[in-house]
């Protein structure tokens, strides 16, 4: 849930998004088939034109790298397994900052290139089908800025750094195809002294100490986009349990706690309560792990990076719930351009009406009343639209969010309780471990409902003024 105001881009490049309208990323118009061409050096995101490559996808990131807490500095060296989507003379990946000392593709030494965060790579013989790439790297890394001042990527803190990447950070501590389009598992492997510990995604799998330093080994087995990857390094406690979910199954539920702000007993309590809760209405659980990583990160938001959010500071319940129901909407149906976020952000801000109401709070359709009534046309939340946007200092404001929530309770109160949860589910198992777009979520709830809903998400998604009738 992060408040960040991305770098604003001057090229922006389409206003036009609607319904239907989504637009795959072709390879350059010189590209064939069989003629080795440079990848694209953009994944086409209307809100973020330079990020990405559209010449291939990864399949699998193995990031190994040695934290010095004295100087803040990293020595790196990923590996990016990708496959091309046309045979490619040259590529880029995006990696702000830091100095890279050598690219290896397949093995042998190649030439490369910095642009700006672009790291524009030639091997000896043009690559086709499944390549990689391997690149050494070192230096302090440097936090991405936004232009309101707020920071992501990679954050020093007192004692240690965390890493919150939404939505474009992830290239300031690796070298990556930095698009939520490109999702990929991944394995990480970061050595920091001994009385550090060290949290990311996925499952623990190793960890090993020698001569005061320990080496701490995490795996990503479930595809995942690279905002969502994360290290977390400090002094910590480290609470291992595990949980059942409502389908009996067992999950590992690994949590990092900065003793400053005491045990967080009741949060660590919270976490297996609001995944069964969510697991009940949303569907099953949909990764191997969960926890929490609590730190003073400074930056002033809680971000769901998968199977583990990160709160700065001691989390509210809600904020909880919120990040968690991401796991299911952003982290494992993740949407394919940023003007779709208010699949990731409605939906998690409707998940903590639903714990509201049934913690004291007003029932989800009460909520939506409040927020109506209480924002007059002239209010800033009904412009811009939630999915009709140009600007990316837009993405975390409160059409997204609010109006974007209201949206669902709007389709609620249309299709009826039982059909809005089955299409919730329904959203959430289609779409595992993959992407979705508002125009898919539209046929999920007309197919499901048998009804006409085109104008209903037209008039709450599209338009930037206040609906009326409600
Ligand atoms: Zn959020």
Do not use: C
């Not at 990864?58 to 990016?80: M, Q």
């Amino acid at each position: 849930m992060p408040s960040v105001r991305p770098r604003l881009v001057a090229a922006v490049l389409a206003t036009t998004v609607g319904l239907g309208s989504l637009t795959a990323v072709a390879p350059p118009a010189t590209a064939r088939a069989s003629t080795p061409s440079p990848g694209g050096g953009s994944a086409g995101d209307p809100l973020f034109p330079s990020m990405g490559n559209s010449g291939y996808q990864v399949r699998h990131y193995a990031i190994r790298l040695a934290f010095a807490p004295r100087t803040g500095r990293i020595d790196a060296a990923t590996s990016v397994f990708a496959r091309t989507t046309h045979p490619l003379s040259s590529y880029s990946l995006d990696l702000q900052g830091l100095h890279v000392r050598s690219v290896r593709v397949d093995g042998h030494p190649a030439r490369f290139e910095r642009h700006g965060h672009k790291l524009v790579v030639t091997p000896r013989r043009p690559v086709r089908g499944r390549f990689t790439t391997s690149v050494a790297y070192a230096g302090r890394p440097t936090t991405h800025i936004d232009p309101d001042g707020s920071s992501e990527g990679w954050v020093p803190t007192d004692d240690g750094a965390t890493v919150v990447s939404e939505p474009v950070g992830a290239m300031t501590w690796f070298p990556d195809n930095n698009t939520p389009r490109d999702k990929a598992t991944f394995a990480v492997r970061v050595t920091a002294p001994s009385r550090l510990a060290v949290a990311g995604n996925g499952e623990l799998v190793r960890r090993r100490s020698q001569a005061g330093r320990t080496t701490w080994t995490w795996r990503q087995g479930h595809r995942m986009a690279t905002y969502l990857a994360m290290v977390s390094i400090g002094r910590y406690s480290v609470h291992h349990s595990t949980m059942r979910t409502t389908t009996g199954r067992r999950l590992p539920v690994w949590s990092f706690v900065d003793p400053r702000y005491g045990s967080q007993a009741a949060v660590r309590r919270l976490v297996p309560r609001a995944v069964r809760f969510l697991e009940r209405r949303y569907g099953r659980y949909p990764f191997s792990s969960t926890g929490v990583v609590i730190d003073r990160v400074g930056v002033g938001y809680a971000l769901e990076t998968q199977n583990r959010p990160v709160f700065d500071g001691a989390p509210d319940a809600v904020t909880v719930v919120h990040e968690l129901a991401h796991q299911w909407y952003g982290d494992s149906v993740t949407l394919t351009r940023w003007t779709d976020l208010w699949l990731h952000e409605g939906f998690a801000t409707y998940s903590e009406d639903l714990w509201n109401a049934v913690h004291g709070g007003p029932s989800p359709a009460r909520a939506f009343r409040e927020r109506y009534d209480a924002n007059p046309a002239s209010s800033s939340l009904w412009s811009p639209a939630p999915a009709r946007f140009s600007d990316p200092a837009d993405m975390f404001g409160a059409p997204v969010y609010e109006r974007g929530a209201m949206t669902l309770q709007v389709l609620r109160e249309r299709i009826g309780t039982s059909d809005f949860f089955a299409v919730m589910r329904r959203w959430a198992a289609a779409h595992h471990e993959g992407h979705g777009t508002t125009a898919q979520l539209v046929a999920l709830a007309e197919r499901v409902s048998g009804q006409d809903l085109g104008p209903l998400f037209h008039d709450w998604l599209y338009v930037p003024a206040r609906p009326s009738g409600y």
